[in-house]
């Protein structure tokens, strides 16, 4: 019941299970997600430990949340340099800064990144009341990157 018609959700599980992220102990189900929200906050407390760690990413992600069109990553760094007016992080230091969350932001086949679901944008930019506000991206700062580039 707690999967409600959602194969995203059953397979995110299983995924989690096989990395070893997720034990489930003889038939105990209590330990399981309750939705695909309590996914992705489990997925994002996994990858950040701190709010410092997230916040280096926040940034690309909104950008990447607020772009009308496809871009690549060469784009999407050129955008994020534009958010300082003298630009502290390298091309190498946003590449490592990719990679932390290439699995939620994909690389397609012609090169131009995307939210690896429509579930985890919307995630990502707004919450149910009650639910935890840690990991919102500002949709704001995306639409200033891209309108300072």
């Given at each position: 019941?707690?999967?409600?018609g ?64 496809p871009i ?8 994020y ?13 946003f ?7 290439s699995?939620f ?18 995630w ?15 949709i ?10």
């Open positions: 019941s707690r999967a409600n959602s194969f995203l959700y059953v397979k995110l599980v299983l995924d989690f299970i096989e990395r070893g992220s997720l034990v489930i102990k003889s038939g105990s189900f209590k330990v399981l997600p309750q939705n695909l929200s309590e996914i992705y906050h489990l997925g994002f407390n996994l990858k950040f430990s701190s709010s410092h760690s997230f916040d280096q990413v926040s940034d690309i992600l909104s950008i990447s949340l607020a772009s009308l069109q690549n990553l060469l784009e999407l760094f050129n955008i340099s534009a958010l300082s007016v003298k630009s502290e992080t390298e091309w190498k230091d590449k490592e800064r990719y990679q932390l969350i699995d932001l994909v690389m397609r086949k012609d090169g131009s990144v995307m939210c690896c679901h429509p579930t985890l944008r919307d990502l930019i707004r919450r149910r009341e009650g639910d935890s506000t840690k990991f919102l991206c500002d704001r700062t995306g639409h200033t990157a891209n309108a300072l580039f």
